[in-house]
T-cell receptor, first 114, second 113 residues
Framework: GENVEQHPSTLSVQEGDSAVIKCTYS??????FPWYKQELGKGPQLIID?????GEKKDQRIAVTLNKTAKHFSLHITETQPEDSAVYFC?????????????FGTGTQLKVEL | NAGVTQTPKFRVLKTGQSMTLLCAQD?????MYWYRQDPGMGLRLIHY???????AKGEVPDGYNVSRLKKQNFLLGLESAAPSQTSVYFC????????????FGQGTRLTVV
């Protein structure tokens, strides 16, 4: 089955700096790559996603890049703010009639310091 | 619009006891999922359903059963709880077709002593 590795496990940045989180996946058939943000005591919430037919996607301060050949994808957060502090998860899945069964990375605890 | 609602939010069980976690979604989603989240391991898929009356095994199904008698509800059962099932459980749902986002509930923290 699919295996997703995520690095780093913790990341501390100064407010206003950029943060980058990287993930690799093992199954070349995976075609959907979402990123989730989880705040303490809450469920994961989708912040951005990308499909395998796209190399990059941006939404305001957040961007995701995908390299299908190398089987890795990354989350980029620019101009970080204290409210960006949370745990971030990458995930991969094969979108079919069988649903969106996600395989998650192990998470990155991002801390944005003032 | 409540989204995905899980009941209960917290529960403490003794080893060997049984319980059912309820997930309800009001978005008319076809697909529903149960995940467990353990420290350092991310979220892992337990069981899922592709429609009313269907269920299927995920990555870690042992010790759990599920049922989807109504489209909006997905139940996760523990017949004989074990300490290894201490975890935070998340339910999620998603559309059928091109819009793929999975929406998650707020979680149920279960402790088995």
């Amino acid at each position: 089955g699919e295996n997703v590795e995520q690095h780093p496990s913790t990341l501390s940045v100064q407010e206003g700096d950029s943060a980058v989180i990287k993930c690799t996946y093992s199954d070349s058939a995976s075609n959907y790559f979402p990123w989730y943000k989880q705040e303490l005591g809450k469920g994961p919430q989708l912040i951005i996603d990308i499909r395998s037919n796209v190399g990059e996607k941006k939404d305001q301060r957040i961007a995701v890049t995908l390299n299908k050949t190398a089987k890795h994808f990354s989350l980029h957060i620019t101009e970080t703010q204290p409210e960006d502090s949370a745990v971030y998860f990458c995930a991969a899945s094969i979108l079919t009639g069988g649903g969106n069964k996600l395989t998650f990375g192990t998470g990155t605890q991002l801390k944005v310091e003032l | 619009n409540a989204g995905v609602t899980q009941t209960p939010k917290f529960r403490v069980l003794k080893t060997g006891q049984s319980m059912t976690l309820l997930c309800a979604q009001d978005m008319n989603h076809e697909y529903m999922y149960w995940y467990r989240q353990d420290p350092g391991m991310g979220l892992r898929l337990i069981h899922y359903s592709v429609g009313e009356g269907t269920t299927a095994k995920g990555e870690v199904p042992d010790g759990y059963n599920v049922s989807r008698l109504k489209k909006q509800n997905f139940l996760l059962g523990l017949e004989s709880a074990a300490p290894s099932q201490t975890s935070v459980y998340f339910c999620a749902s998603s559309y059928y077709g091109g819009k793929s986002e999975a929406f998650f509930g707020q979680g149920t923290r279960l402790t088995v002593v």
